[in-house]
Antibody
Framework: QVQLQESGPGLVKPSGTLSLTCAVSGGSIGNSHWWSWVRQSPGKGLEWIGEVHHSGRTNYNPSLKSRVTISVDESKNQFSLKLKSVTAADTAWYYC??????????????????WGRGTTVIVSS | SSELTQDPPVSVALGQTVRITCQGDSLRNYYATWYQQKPGQAPVVVISGKNDRPSGIPDRFSGSTSGDTASLTISGAQAEDEADYYCNSRDSTGNPSVVFGGGTKLTVL
């Protein structure tokens, strides 16, 4: 059973760079999945940050695209998030997830079926 | 990019049926996936695909789609169903992206 574990500093200074890593265990990151970062600000909803495929292809939330880099390291079976120029608005609980696209007749389905437990990141001086 | 719009907070009497909706253009190409999130926990999938429940999700949860609107129905709501519910899909127009609805808080009375 695949499990995800986020790690990284819990405190980042304003204007700094937030860096998180998601370790994948119980399965290979090289399988055909989309690996995402999702965040949730205190008391707010879920916000998709971006995703990476094991091939290196990435897609980002347009609202964060200028500040985000997501990469994959197959040798370590992990993927990472870098968010630069952070402000207090980036304070949130950050989750890594595994997603799959499944074609169904004339439709498609996309689901994030595995989630890490999440890690909190506070942006403060 | 596309957006998904969900209902405001909803309440349901114990044992009654409640429906939560999610509306957005992306749902014309992708089925909505529904997630349940309880306080302090990561979201979990309750419905995906046309109407598929992962192992362990009670059969009182069901999903449907009509046009650009997806619905999550809980038939015979239980106290443990009190949670935030989020819909999610992909937007395949332009640059691919993933979208979440704003969430609906369900209270079981």
């Amino acid at each position: 059973q695949v499990q995800l574990q986020e790690s990284g500093p819990g405190l980042v200074k304003p204007s700094g760079t937030l860096s998180l890593t998601c370790a994948v265990s119980g399965g290979s990151i090289g399988n055909s999945h989309w690996w995402s970062w999702v965040r949730q600000s205190p008391g707010k909803g879920l916000e998709w940050i971006g995703e990476v495929h094991h091939s290196g292809r990435t897609n980002y939330n347009p609202s964060l695209k200028s500040r985000v880099t997501i990469s994959v390291d197959e040798s370590k079976n992990q993927f990472s998030l870098k968010l630069k120029s952070v402000t207090a608005a980036d304070t949130a609980w950050y989750y890594c997830t595994r997603g799959d696209i499944v074609p169904i007749v004339f439709f498609n389905s996309y689901a994030m079926d595995v989630w890490g437990r999440g890690t909190t990141v506070i942006v403060s001086s | 990019s596309s957006e998904l719009t969900q209902d405001p907070p909803v309440s349901v009497a114990l044992g009654q049926t409640v429906r939560i909706t999610c509306q957005g253009d992306s749902l014309r190409n992708y089925y909505a996936t529904w997630y349940q999130q309880k306080p302090g926990q990561a979201p979990v999938v309750v419905i995906s695909g046309k109407n598929d429940r992962p192992s362990g999700i009670p059969d009182r949860f069901s999903g449907s789609t009509s046009g650009d609107t997806a619905s999550l129905t809980i038939s015979g709501a239980q106290a443990e169903d009190e949670a935030d519910y989020y819909c999610n899909s992909r937007d395949s127009t332009g640059n691919p992206s993933v979208v979440f609805g704003g969430g609906t808080k369900l209270t079981v009375l």
